[in-house]
């Protein structure tokens, strides 16, 4: 498959957020906080198989895509032949950083979603794909909030940021500013990409949960991270990703999302106000570009 064909192909990765579509998975058990049972014996042959192939498909493109820290965790994981037991991986989580796995019947709202996060609990969809949806899938499934996501939760910063997220998210929420956050969750979470010695490499779980390739394709913009400016950046979620933003470190990450919201939130929405939004792909004059 070629490379640019098939870069953020395989997922659209909206972890929160509602769409069009009923949300595909079975909501009836799920508890009040929207946590379910894995049950495992849901799961078929044929399912454990098309996990299995999934992994080796994404494991083997993670040199010089991934950063080393996701490369260095994702072997946590375990069971790279059937689809893992979540309290197998909550065992080794919680003695590193203190997150768990729980299970989730799927997309759940957002306040539920921040909620399982600033308990550092990561909600991880039940199902599976099917087979025919092994290169495309509209909702995020267990291979990718599993494989996407959990590798970097073994990271303390990392780690600490989701959380701080999670905080962040409940407080957006009573400052109606869900759409700026979710900005930066697509952005980071979903399609960051990292310098690092070696070159850009990825960290988002979008990127890293699919076919292609992102770091070394000559068609997205790559931009220095700059929080305002993600904020008043539209993002893609059924295409191609026309930009990235570029962080140097997860400290950096962090320090930068450390500050109040409130007052952030009321700059950018002034400058949208005054200057609209940015869309995917823009270049700001002034601006450092990766490319
Ligand atoms: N500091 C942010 C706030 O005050 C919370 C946050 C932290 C949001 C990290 C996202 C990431 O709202
Ligand atoms: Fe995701």
Redesign the pocket.
Known sequence: MSQDKAFNQGVAPVTYGSGKRPPRGDYARARADYTCEQDYAQYSAADHDTYRRLYARQVQQLPGLACDEFIAAVRQLGEPDRIPYFDAISERLIKTTGWQVVSVPGLIPEEAFFALLAERKFPVTAWLRKPEEFEYIVEPDVFHDLFGHVPLLFNPVFAD?MQ??G???L??SRLDACEL?AR?YWYTVEFGLIVTPAGLRAYGAGILSSAGDSVTSPDPQRIAFALKRLMRTRYKIDSYQASYFVIDSFDQL?QA??????P?YRAVRDRIAAEGEVEAGMVLAGERSFN
């Open positions: 940021y701080a997220y905080a962040g998210g407080k957006a956050l930066l962090f999302t450390a500050p109040d919201f409130t952030i």
